[in-house]
């Protein structure tokens, strides 16, 4: 599967960004779905993940309330609404795809990754 991750941009404290990330290739249902995050001099970081269906997700704790992500399997998109944004939330963000069982925080679970997409919070 080939996924390319759009959306990011420069938003100010409190703002909100949606990213996208469109995948291709093989069948786009069979894969649980997860964002990362990297910020500059630090190691990529799991921020959250969806099942096949997108019936369950699941988020790193510095997200939960603020983050949403949702996968269409009909459209092969999966997004990541950001709310309340903070100028910790900085960082190049990659969607990956996985077909490992079970709640998968670990960024080596998953074997495809889309380029990152910039997103700056300015406070």
């Known amino acids: 599967v080939q996924l390319q991750a759009f959306g990011g941009g420069l938003v100010q404290t409190g703002g909100s960004l949606r990213l996208s990330c469109e995948a291709s290739?093989?069948?786009?249902?069979?894969?649980?779905m997860g964002w990362f995050r990297q910020a500059p001099g630090k190691d990529r970081e799991f921020v959250a993940t969806i099942n096949r269906s997108g019936s369950s997700t699941y988020y790193t704790d510095s997200v939960k309330g603020r983050f949403t992500i949702s996968k269409d399997n009909a459209k092969n998109t999966v997004c990541l609404q950001m709310n309340s944004l903070k100028p910790e939330d900085t960082a190049a963000y990659y969607c990956a795809a996985s077909t490992v069982v079970g709640v998968i925080t670990d960024s080596r679970m998953y074997a495809y990754w889309g380029q990152g997409t910039l997103v700056t919070v300015s406070s």
């Open positions: 290739g093989r069948t786009f249902r069979n894969y649980k």
